[in-house]
């Protein structure tokens, strides 16, 4: 009986070790092509175009380095990668600053499981409208004449409108902020869900307080929800052009920009130097976020 | 002895249930007390109650001299060990048991030696020496259990709350934790509240055995009495070794569907009339033989058996369909055959039952 299911077990694992089954490639296969036809293909495009040579009018496939070497010596085109990394960075700190908390009362305080899918529900009714009705809604929020600055002026706060509010860096991170917060309060709220609830009363059993128990408790168990929230963040706000050009008077440009800006003039070198570089970014950003949490182990 | 904890009058309502329905409670100092009760008896929320866990409406918990009904539970100094044993899953063995003694909000251990001789001192008290740096999913489940009962004793606690602490244990582990859980405790020294399902597991653990029924306590004593004497019939049925007939007192017995059942010495005081008889009392004879003058004697037919090793269950149905269990142990006699649905006369001495009246 042992000797049979010994010989079993050695004849699955050389099953195994031949490789996948026919049946396992055909299940592949429609995605394997998919994503050869869709993604490796134009990845590989695009990075062949940007060595070709740019003329004003023209595009030759002719390699050279000129749109890289025009790129990297370029204030516009290394302030734009400058800019998409600062607002990358500032709007990142602000949605985890404004989710985590709501990501925390959602998940951990409300313990109501009904009450848990309706607040999460209205998180993303903001979603039932149109990107830009959403991004556009912010105009007549923060402008010279908008709610906040009248708001203001009523009460006597201030005597001048703050100008600063439209048009500028700060309303593209205000409104980038409002339109990807809940990408970091779904899975930061996921993963809060999941944490027994007897485990923080052992805690508090054993002697803890509040923070204590955020610090070495809730928090480091909630970090893989913290990490996809940050990736899925990142990824959105790094290829970003639509609010930047919407809510800055075109003031800030992001590499999505100039990328828009590029191919509006046919200028397909430059833009294909500008893709290679976000694509670049962005997967070295992903990388570095997927060392902080081991999310195979964790999910 | 003096009492450790103290509750007087002790109620928790959820909605419209009374979850506990004015518990009066005094546990002595250094000592293992189990509480048994059947589910929805409100157990879990006594010791929730008593952990602070959970408010009570009214009464109020006196613990070592102080009143802690609005202390929060971090500092009541009360320990409790969770019946999924609830360890930290992102923290090793070591670091679970060190977490109480750093992290509390009183008198944290900040000295890294004392910290580390104190933890691996519990460490080896509960036998998990060498599983240290192991990943809390990796160790088997008694281990867990050594962990959830080492991360709380590390910390000194007065008195340990044990919610069905052997429940998620297998058969053989948890008669071998039994022994090992009352040596732990003697060692430490501090009260051990114990809660169960389990009548063997309450009887051979506790020094003092607690019966709670429907919100209340209903009995408060040792092993021997709890078992030999049960104050009212809801004791006598968690037990488990108790055939109970309802029906009222008559002249000369105790009126039954089964006729007049004869007993001698005075009845219980309780609130619902039983009389009851445990099954290692009870006789098996064939049908129509004679009784002598102290016996009662009914009819019934056999069902079935069960052979558990030491003992074998006999089950009987009654003319009235009620099925009637009786047991033999296997060191006085070898097991007879009986044929099913076959009549036996079932016999027992006055003097063995219990009546509640």
């Known amino acids: ?299 | 002895m003096s009492a450790v904890l103290q509750l007087s009058n002790v109620v928790k309502t959820y909605g419209d249930l009374r979850a506990l329905d004015g518990i009066e409670l005094s546990l002595p100092e250094d000592s293992y007390v189990s509480l048994l009760g059947p589910s929805g008896s409100g157990k879990t929320t006594l010791l929730r109650v008593i952990a602070g866990f959970e408010q009570p409406e009214s009464g109020a918990i006196r613990f070592s001299g102080k009143d802690v009904s609005n202390t929060p539970p971090h500092e009541r100094n009360i320990g409790f060990v969770f019946q999924n044993f609830a360890l930290f899953p992102h923290l090793s063995v070591y670091d679970n048991i060190a977490f109480g003694l750093v992290n509390r909000a009183v008198d944290p251990v900040t000295d890294m030696k004392l910290l580390d001789r104190k933890v691996r001192d519990m460490i080896s008290l509960v036998g998990l020496a060498g599983l240290e740096g192991r990943a809390t999913t990796q160790i088997s489940g008694g281990q867990k259990q050594r962990v959830a009962l080492a991360r709380t004793l590390v910390t000194e606690p007065q008195m340990v709350l044990l919610d069905e602490p052997l429940g998620a244990l297998d058969a053989n582990l948890r008669a071998r934790m039994r022994s090992e859980l009352r040596m732990i405790r003697e060692r430490c020294g501090v009260t051990f509240l114990h809660v169960t399902g389990s009548e063997t597991e309450a009887l051979a653990m506790g020094d003092t055995v607690l019966v709670l029924d429907r919100a209340r306590i209903a009995q408060q004593g040792d092993s021997d009495t709890i078992y030999n004497r049960p104050c009212s019939p809801a004791v006598a049925r968690f037990l488990n070794c108790y055939n109970l007939f309802s029906g009222k007192m008559a002249d000369g017995g105790f009126a039954t569907a089964q006729g007049l059942l004869g007993f001698q010495g005075h009845p219980q005081r309780a609130a619902d009339p039983a009389y009851a008889i445990r099954y290692d009392r009870v006789d098996i004879r064939p049908a129509g033989a004679a009784a002598t003058a102290d016996e009662v004697q009914i009819e019934g037919t056999f069902i079935a058996s069960e052979y558990t090793g030491s003992a074998v269950n006999a089950f009987f149905s009654l003319d009235d369909g009620k099925v009637f269990e009786v047991e033999a142990h296997l060191s006085h006699r070898a097991p007879e055959n009986y044929e099913p649905h076959r009549r036996y006369a079932l016999a027992w001495k006055r003097e063995d039952a219990l009546v509640f009246a």
């Open chain 1, 1 to 299: 009986m042992t000797m049979t299911a010994v010989t079993e077990e050695i004849k699955t694992e050389k099953a195994a070790a031949n490789g996948p089954s026919g049946k396992t490639l055909w299940l592949l296969a429609p995605g394997v092509l998919w994503m050869l036809l869709f993604l490796v293909l134009p990845l590989a495009m695009m990075l062949y175009v940007s060595f070709w040579t740019q003329t004003t009018f023209k595009i030759e496939p002719t390699l050279t380095l000129k749109s890289w070497i025009t790129f990297f010596t370029s204030d516009t085109y290394l302030g734009a990668l400058w800019t998409t990394v600062r607002i990358w960075l500032i709007v990142l700190a602000a949605t985890v600053v404004v989710g985590y908390p709501a990501a925390l009362f959602v998940g951990l305080f409300v313990k109501n499981k009904t009450l848990q899918t309706v607040l999460l529900v209205l998180c993303v009714i903001p979603f039932w409208t149109s990107f830009l009705i959403r991004v556009l809604a912010w105009r007549p929020m923060l402008g010279k004449e908008g709610a906040i600055n009248m708001i203001l002026m009523k009460i006597g706060i201030i005597s001048q409108p703050i100008e600063v509010l439209l048009f500028s860096e700060l309303s593209v991170i205000i409104g980038m902020t409002q339109i990807y917060c809940v990408f970091m309060v779904g899975p930061i709220a996921f993963m809060l869900g999941r944490i027994d609830p007897s485990i923080i009363e052992a805690a508090k059993d054993l002697g803890a307080g509040f923070w204590r128990i955020f610090r070495t408790i809730i928090l480091p168990l909630s970090m893989p929800g913290v990490v996809v929230g940050a990736i899925f963040v990142s990824v959105m706000v790094l290829g970003e052009f639509a609010t930047s050009a919407a809510l800055s008077g075109r003031k800030v440009n992001l590499l999505g920009n100039i990328i828009v800006t590029q191919v509006g003039s046919l200028k397909w070198a430059f833009a294909a130097v500008a893709g290679v570089v976000l694509t670049i970014l962005m997967g070295a950003v992903v990388a570095a976020l997927l060392r902080v949490v081991d999310l195979r182990k964790e999910l």
